[in-house]
C-alpha cells in the first residue's frame, strides 16, 4: 500500500513541476513563422562532407543525381551512415525540402538503403536513397520546388528532431532537371 502512495505523489509533484515550468515560459519551443508553422534550425552541410547528428551517427552524402522511372524523376542519394557509438541506433531519416515549406517528401522503392533500418554499434550503411520532391503522388507530374532546395537528415525517433537536423543542399543543375 505504501509503494501506492509514494507512486501517486511522485507522479502529483511532477505533474506541479510540468504546471510550473509551462507557466514561466521555459519550455517555449521551436520559434514560429507568420503562418503559425514551426520553423526549422538546421546546420547546412556540403555534400561529400560528414555531418554528426546529436545522437552520434555520422552522415556523408557523397552525391545527388536525378533518377526516375515511369512514374516521374526524382534525386538519387549516395548515402554513408557509421554508428561510431557503442549502442544501436537507426539509419536516419531523408527528405527533401523545398524553400521554407513545412512538407519533407517521401523516399521510394528501389532504394538500398532503407530509413529506420537498425544499425549496430560500430559499423556501418551504404546505399542510396530515391527521393522524391515533396508533393509528389507518382503520376508523372513534377511537384513545383522553389529554391533553396536541401536534402534533409534528422536522427530517426528523436525527441527533438530540430535538434538533429542538417541539409545537404540540392544542387541548382539537380533541381532544374527534376522539372
Known sequence: MKRIVLVAGVLAGMSSLTACSSETGDDAGPEAGPDGVPTRSSTEVAVGDALELV?????TVSSLEVGGDSGGPWVTASVVVENPTDRETAVPSFGIVCGD????GEYVAGSTLLI?????????AEGTLNLLLPGDTRTGTVPECTTPAYVEVSAVGSIDPDATSARFPLPDDVLAELG
Open 55 to 59: 545522437d552520434g551517427v555520422l552522415v
Open 116 to 124: 529506420g533500418d537498425p544499425l549496430a554499434a560500430g559499423t556501418s
Open 101 to 104: 515549406e513545412p512538407a519533407v
